[in-house]
């Protein structure tokens, strides 16, 4: 009754607000409209987020284009939910996503829908380091248990990345040359059009910088070198239409950086240099009749990471080690969006994925060489199949009910299912609840690495959503309210024996996790918008009947607060604030056990001038503040951007 009454408050308040707050028409000229667009991740249709119960956060491509100083996981890590350990700290450095407090490896990473693990990875994951935000048109991320529709790794939600595609006219260009702290230089080109019925986007971008110490440097006199980074990225993506109703379009895009690393929390190494190639490629078919739609896809995935170290810098036995990590993925995939209805439609699809890793470890030292390697056995196979029926605006009701059911190479079949009912209450207020499963399951590496674990079982999870958002009369007002609770069970964790030393994966009885997220945009007439979030997580984990908190390096709360401002004709102003609350550290970092809190000011400044040239500057960390995200690696103190850019 309790949590029926605070739900029915949060929807009467959010009307009564989003009403006094509702701005003129007439003299209302930057509208946002933030929480309404339309969205295909949440159920691979085109659909306003109005008809939908899903919790979906959209960077849109204006929001981008304000961003290009910016790497992708500091754009990202400013939406609700969402914590990117890492994203502040020297480029190349890892980049563990925390959505909704679950660990590094359940987010599942896609790629113009596509998905992009990494089975050469610890937990599976996508390093999206690998990624250049002018490779994008925009980002959609969707929260909440997510693997009906999209499989595993999906436990907390999904981060969809869109690429640029064709533009309407026969040619358009745009380039981009920006400059910044740590000697950092960024460039990036791109032409795109429309000839009859062919269309393409071409794009490069590049980034170098001299970096600074990853290392932290406690009596700052030991001399710890500059950690730079050097990146690489080409993308091109076509589509010829053959007819009314059949059409392909093919994307390919290759990344590749290079990065110097130290050897640890407070130690530096000279000689430690890590260098990441990624390509990915999609092929698409799609046939669109009057009342079905047909999408045949086929793509792969590879990733290369090679980690040289002559550790002559630090001392120690080892005197050269080369370590090789390479995941390959395959995915086939065929599905149909089919029109049953006025009102009720139904997305039916089947999924081949195919995944192997090839690791190798070479080391010599005083003792001699020392090598080993991951066998040919570090596999898997999946085979899916999954239905969601839809009915969108029946009555103000709208509903989803999806299942999958999956075959896995090692463990068989498992099945998860979506339940997400959404009720209109009038024209701006929507009330939703989300009951749903998820899976993932164990990584290449934990299950055939020398610390692996043959008989680990999959994870699964129950999440359950419940939530309000509102909209004022013309939208540039909105707010959303959401609760959450994520159960998961057979948790897989690293554990070292105390008695032995010896360290393996496992299965952990259970995690339970909780928490809120209040997103909402204030129009502020012809100036521009104000933009808030907040979020909560907390949660434990439970094994043989002991609860213990291990939301390791994941903040409890989360503040982030942004006002575009059109100031004068052609002149945008950006402020920009962020809270980061109290955390636990790291099972094996340093420092005392809670991390402190810490905030950032940030402001972007735009200048449009002519007709297609923009001057812009980035300010981040203004008043240079000393925070660390994992304690004995350095964050960036006060740095900027600062760049032209033009369309032609």
């Known amino acids: 009754m309790k949590g029926k009454f605070l ?80 994203a502040n700290n020297n480029l190349g450095t890892n980049q563990d996503v925390y959505l909704r407090g679950a660990g590094t490896g359940n987010t599942l990473v896609l790629i113009d829908g596509v998905p992009v693990s990494d089975p050469s990875q610890i937990a599976n ?54 400059y910044g702290s740590y000697n950092t230089l960024r460039g990036s080109t791109a032409v795109s059009g429309k000839l009859n019925k062919f269309n393409y986007n071409i794009g490069y971008n590049f980034t170098g910088s001299n970096g600074f110490s990853t290392a932290q440097d406690t009596v700052g006199n030991r001399g710890f070198d500059k950690d730079g980074f050097g990146q690489n990225n080409v993308q091109a993506n076509v589509g010829y239409a053959f007819s009314k109703r059949f059409s392909a379009k093919a994307l390919y895009s290759f990344g590749r950086y290079n990065t110097a690393a130290d050897a640890g929390a407070f130690r530096d190494d000279k000689d430690y240099n890590a260098t990441n190639t990624n390509n990915f490629g999609n092929v698409e078919f799609v046939y669109a009749a009057e009342k079905i739609k047909l ?132 024209a701006q207020t929507r009330v939703f609840v989300n009951i749903s499963s998820a899976y993932k399951t164990p990584s290449l590496y934990q299950l055939y690495s020398e610390f692996g674990n043959k008989n680990l079982n999959p994870e699964s999870s129950i999440n359950y959503e419940v939530g309000v958002q509102a909209y004022g009369a013309n939208q540039a007002n909105s707010i959303r309210i959401v609760g959450f609770k994520r159960n998961i069970n057979d948790l897989i964790v690293f554990f070292t024996n105390p008695s032995t030393f010896n360290s393996v994966y496992i299965n952990r009885d259970e995690q339970n996790d909780f928490g809120f997220e209040i ?62 609350g109290t955390r636990l550290k790291g099972q094996f970092d340093a420092g005392p056990t809670t991390q402190p809190q810490y905030y950032n000011f940030d402001c972007y400044l735009g200048y449009s001038f002519a007709k297609n040239w923009r001057l812009f500057a980035d300010l981040r960390n203004i008043t240079n503040q000393t925070y660390f995200d994992v304690v004995g690696f350095n964050s960036r103190r006060f740095n900027f951007m600062t760049g032209l850019s033009c369309s032609f």
């Open 7 to 86: 739900v029915l408050t949060a929807v009467v308040f959010s009307s009564k607000l989003l009403a006094q707050l509702a701005p003129n028409p007439q003299r209302d000229t930057v509208a946002s409209k933030v929480l309404d667009e339309v969205v295909v991740t949440a159920t691979r249709f085109q659909q306003k987020q109005s008809t939908t119960g899903k919790v979906v956060s959209v960077i849109d491509e204006a929001t981008l284009q304000r961003s290009v100083g910016r790497t992708l996981t500091e754009i990202i890590n400013t939406q609700a939910g969402v914590f990117i350990n890492g």
């Open 125 to 178: 994951n996508f390093d999206l380091n690998s990624i250049a935000p002018g490779q994008l048109e925009r980002i959609e991320i969707l929260k909440g248990a997510q693997s009906t529709l999209w499989g595993s790794d999906a436990v907390a939600g999904v981060i969809n990345l869109i690429t640029k595609k064709g533009g309407a006219s026969k040619f358009n260009g745009n380039a981009l040359l920006s």
């Open 295 to 426: 999408h045949f896809t086929q793509s792969f995935v590879t990733a290369k990471r090679v980690f040289t170290d002559d550790s002559g810098s630090i001392g120690g036995f080892a005197k050269f080690s080369r370590a090789n990590y390479e995941g390959r993925s395959n995915i086939s995939e065929l599905f149909a969006n089919i029109t049953l209805g006025k009102k009720v439609s139904l997305v039916s699809g089947m999924q081949y994925l195919g995944q192997n890793t090839a690791q190798d470890f070479f080391s010599l030292s005083s003792f001699g060489p020392f090598a080993t390697a991951l066998g040919d056995s570090a596999k898997i196979r999946n085979f899916s199949v999954y239905n969601s029926l839809l009915v969108t605006n029946a009555n103000g009701f709208n509903f989803e009910a999806g299942f999958r059911y999956n075959h896995h190479s090692i463990y068989g079949g498992n099945a998860t299912f979506t339940i997400n009912p959404s009720y209109n209450i009038d």
């Open 519 to 580: 997103e909402s945009t204030i129009g502020l007439g012809k100036l521009g918008s104000w933009n808030n979030n907040i979020s909560y997580v907390d949660g434990s984990g439970r094994t043989n009947g002991r609860e213990a908190k291990n939301l390791f390096r994941r903040p409890n709360f989360v503040l982030n607060s942004t006002i575009t401002l059109e100031v004068a004709t052609g002149f945008t102003i950006m402020p920009g604030f962020r809270f980061v």
